[in-house]
């Protein structure tokens, strides 16, 4: 068989690498030099052994299963349909007679011809051998003088800490002043809506913000990457991005400086004397990166804390550490009463206004909880079919009102229910048109009256209960709808504030999602870019006329 022939030389080789590898282990362990026989004695059984086990895992391996084969049929072996590993067992059976290696002859004749090679072996083994120990002995040595190190920084910096939050106070008041009395206030936006321009809104006022938390949500004009469930985006930086920065950058250069001056001088010398180089900051840096960040994170916590007036009044005053001290203990004793006082106005304003609220409706716009009224909500995304499985039930039942946002939308359904062959009449603050016989309206949701008796109602986008302006309307139908059903419709950010409005009452709700996901663009989209097919759809004119809006330099698409 070639295959076996191409093999078998270098399975011998392996072997006799093998062999002198076990001499060499057999070697190294002995305080004095063994003779050759002693060796044998207690290794013969073992030299012979690394020949089977080379030459079997070498020709099970490499050679093929076809050849495998071949070669047992020429033994008289039945090899057709027989399981693989039943293959290669007859075949390292028949492999264990095939030309053998005699490895002890072998080993036996090497000795003979170099008696001196024994002796030299023997050398440079033990010389190999105490080499690993002694580097084994300085590795352990180097460790345990770097846990030492590290052991007394962390010590220093858990020792260290609120004086390192005084210094972070200090610095933080410092770039307040800076940003309060010279930096640019930015219009609110949401921070990824990158399609909206930044306007300038004049100077801060530093009296406008209370807690330096009510300062970091304003934005700085920069834009910044951001991470988000794995996914890398960008977006307009709040100056809550800047400080976690700014405090990161501050500490990762001063802490490391402190420690290194307060370490002991014997661990230093130690240090030096088994690793060859001094201890510096940006080695100390390294081993504490992971407490730093810890210790930034729980800063960035506290410092949102503190009342701007507090930081502000510690400018002029030069850091001395008992100074600072001071009043830092008497600024959270009154941040405390402060706090205090403030939670008490919030909740006497809140008590006034649950007054005015009654004195102003009483129990009228509560929802009751003894109507009998099933009440479905449909939530979700755009276009995922919320309307429309709503509508379905309404135009199934014997009436309906279907109470809109837009009087675009109620002409819309009043459209569709009298194509279907459903009379339904149409009424809006414009219009009305009354289909004799119908007994179903669609209308806007400020036409909806609450003595009118219907099956189901249907009030969508019920999300707009929220605006300043008309969310009374929904406010009212929903609390005052009189019916058997009354499906809600409305995006997610809805739901729990229409299963508090009704409280005990009974409510079933559907969710959606959309099938194709809406994808926001990373850039600005101007006219250009518009391809044939694409819809424009503009939620304010005003806006898209804006001489830096994307869409006014180009002509604009009548509603």
């Not at 081993?287 to 400018?315: C, F, G, K, P, T």
């Not at 729990?496 to 989209?525: C, K």
């Not at 097919?533 to 002509?555: I, N, T, Y």
Request: aromatic letters at 10%; glycine letters at 4%.
């Amino acid at each position: 068989m070639n295959q076996l022939n191409i093999l078998y030389p270098i399975a011998v080789d392996q072997t006799k690498y093998k062999i002198q590898e076990d001499i060499q282990q057999f070697l190294e362990t002995k305080e004095e030099l063994p003779t050759f026989q002693e060796y044998l004695e207690e290794r013969s059984h073992y030299v012979q052994q690394i020949w089977i086990n080379v030459w079997l895992n070498k020709v099970t391996n490499d050679v093929a299963r076809k050849e495998k084969k071949a070669f047992l049929n020429e033994r008289g072996y039945e090899v057709e349909g027989v399981d693989r590993k039943l293959i290669n067992q007859l075949f390292r059976n028949e492999m264990r007679e095939y030309q053998p290696f005699a490895a002890l002859e072998w080993l036996k004749g090497m000795e003979k011809e170099n008696s001196l090679a024994w002796e030299q072996q023997y050398k440079k083994a033990r010389s190999l051998f105490e080499q690993r120990i002694r580097e084994k002995r300085a590795k352990a040595e180097r460790e345990e003088v770097v846990t030492a190190l590290e052991l007394q920084a962390h010590q220093l910096v858990e020792k260290g800490q609120q004086e390192y939050y005084l210094i972070v106070r200090n610095f933080v008041a410092d770039k307040l002043d800076t940003d309060l009395y010279g930096a640019v206030k930015y219009e609110e936006v949401d921070t990824y809506k990158l399609e909206e321009l930044l306007l300038e809104a004049g100077p801060f006022n530093p009296e406008d913000y209370s807690t330096v938390a009510s300062f970091f949500t304003e934005l700085t004009g920069a834009i910044h990457k951001t991470y988000q469930y794995g996914e890398r985006y960008f977006e307009y930086e709040t100056y809550y991005f800047k400080y976690e920065k700014r405090i990161t950058d501050f500490l990762f250069g001063v802490i490391p400086e402190k420690v290194l001056k307060e370490l002991d001088t014997e661990i230093l010398k130690r240090y030096e004397d088994v690793m060859g180089e001094r201890v510096n900051p940006s080695k100390l840096r390294k081993m504490l990166a992971n407490a730093l960040h810890l210790i930034i994170h729980s800063y960035m916590e506290e410092i949102q804390e503190e009342y701007v007036s507090d930081l502000l009044a510690l400018v002029p005053i030069p850091y001395e550490k008992s100074v600072h001290q001071s009043i830092y203990e008497k600024d959270v004793q009154e941040r405390e009463q402060r706090k205090a006082a403030e939670l008490a106005e919030i909740e006497r304003k809140k008590q006034e206004e649950e007054r005015m609220l009654d004195d102003i409706f009483g129990r009228e716009y509560i929802p009751s909880a003894d109507r009998d009224i099933r009440y479905i909500l449909h939530v979700g995304e755009t276009n995922t079919g919320k309307t429309y499985q709503a509508l379905k039930r309404m135009q199934e039942a014997e009436s309906g009102l279907y109470l809109a946002p837009l009087r675009l939308l109620a002409l819309e359904v009043y459209d569709v229910l009298n194509a279907g062959g459903i009379p339904c009449s149409l009424k809006t603050g414009e219009e009305e048109k009354i289909v004799p016989g119908a007994s179903h309206i669609s209308s806007t949701v400020e036409m909806f009256h609450e003595r009118d008796f219907y099956e189901v109602v249907v009030i969508d986008e019920a999300q707009m209960i929220a605006d300043k302006d008309r969310g009374f309307s929904w406010y009212k139908a929903i609390t005052k709808a009189n019916a058997k059903e009354v499906h809600i419709i409305g995006s997610y950010n809805m739901q729990n504030m229409i299963l508090q409005l009704l409280g005990e009452a009974e409510v079933e709700v559907h969710r959606y999602s959309r099938d194709t996901p809406l994808q926001v663009e990373s850039r600005i989209f101007t006219l250009a870019d518009a391809k044939s097919g694409d819809a424009l759809v503009c939620f304010s004119r005003k806006k898209c006329l804006k001489p830096h809006h994307p869409f006014s330099k180009g002509a604009i698409p009548s509603a």
